[in-house]
C-alpha cells in the first residue's frame, strides 16, 4: 500500500487549499483515512479522519474550517482546508489503516503514511 500526497503550497491568511492522498494498493474499503500535521519542533497533531460509512472526526483547531472527503473511484481522500492561518502551517501527512480504529486520532494506530506535503500561511 502506497499513499502519495500533493497539493500544498503558500498563502495567505484567509486563503483556502485543498490537498489530495491518492491511495494505491489496496481500495479504501473498510479503512480509516486521516489526515495530521506537524509543525517544526511541536509533535505530531491530528487534523481529521473519515470512515467508510461518511463518519468524519476532526481536531479541535481545525472543526469548521476543514473538511475531509473521499472519493471511492479514485481512491483519493482530500483535505479542504478553509480560512487557513498562520498556525496552520505544518507538514501534512495523509495515513491509512484497516481495519477503522475508534483510537483515530493516534497516529501510532495508522500503518500507512505518505510522504508529506507542506502547507505555509503567511500573515
Known amino acids: 500500500v502506497q499513499l502519495q500526497a500533493f497539493g500544498g503550497g503558500l498563502l495567505q491568511t484567509g486563503g483556502f487549499l485543498r490537498l489530495s492522498c491518492v491511495v494505491s494498493?489496496?481500495?479504501?474499503?473498510?479503512?480509516?483515512m486521516a489526515w495530521f500535521r506537524q509543525a517544526p519542533e511541536k509533535e505530531r497533531e491530528f487534523v481529521a479522519a473519515?470512515?467508510?460509512?461518511?463518519?468524519?472526526y476532526y481536531g479541535d483547531s481545525v472543526k469548521g474550517r476543514f473538511h475531509i472527503s473521499s472519493d471511492s473511484a479514485k481512491n483519493t481522500v482530500s483535505l479542504q482546508m478553509n480560512s487557513l492561518k498562520p498556525e496552520d502551517t505544518a507538514v501534512y501527512y495523509c495515513?491509512?489503516?484497516?481495519?477503522?480504529?475508534?483510537?483515530?486520532?493516534?497516529?501510532?494506530?495508522?500503518?500507512?503514511w505518505g510522504q508529506g506535503t507542506l502547507v505555509t500561511v503567511s500573515s
Open positions: 495515513a491509512a489503516r484497516w481495519p477503522h480504529t475508534v483510537l483515530y486520532r493516534n497516529a501510532n494506530q495508522y500503518g500507512y
Open positions: 494498493g489496496r481500495t479504501l474499503s473498510g479503512g480509516t
Open positions: 473519515r470512515r467508510e460509512n461518511g463518519a468524519t
